[in-house]
């Protein structure tokens, strides 16, 4: 059984940072491709970003050039580091990570972007 545990989220002003991490643990065999997605009330849930196993990433247009996405195989986690947040950005984060071929989800974390 593979575990996904998600930190880093809080309230932060407008124009801050935060940085998110998911950690994966269990029984580990592989770990391919890595996400995070978001979703608020009412709403699906959206994809925010992607890395694959070479390390290419990929980026929803509403975060381009504000969120870096990264990973650390060595410890089975991925990142998200978030700058210049927006209101906008308020939302429940989730990664997912493709482990031993399946997709699993983590329990998602609170982001708040408020004055």
């Known amino acids: 059984q593979v575990q996904l545990v998600e930190s880093g989220g809080g309230l932060v002003q407008p124009g801050g940072s935060l940085r998110l991490s998911c950690a994966a643990s269990g029984s580990i065999i592989r770990v391919d491709s890595m996400y995070w997605y978001r979703q608020t009330p009412g709403k699906e849930r959206e994809w925010v970003a992607g890395i694959n196993g070479f390390g290419s990433t990929n980026y929803a247009d509403s975060v381009k050039g504000r969120f870096t996405i990264s990973r650390d195989n060595a410890k089975n986690t991925v990142y998200l580091q978030m700058n210049s947040l927006k209101p906008e950005d308020t939302a429940v984060y989730y990664c997912?990570?493709?482990?031993?071929?399946?997709?699993?989800w983590g329990q998602g974390t609170l982001v708040t972007v408020s004055s």
């Open positions: 997912n990570l493709v482990v031993n071929y399946l997709g699993v």
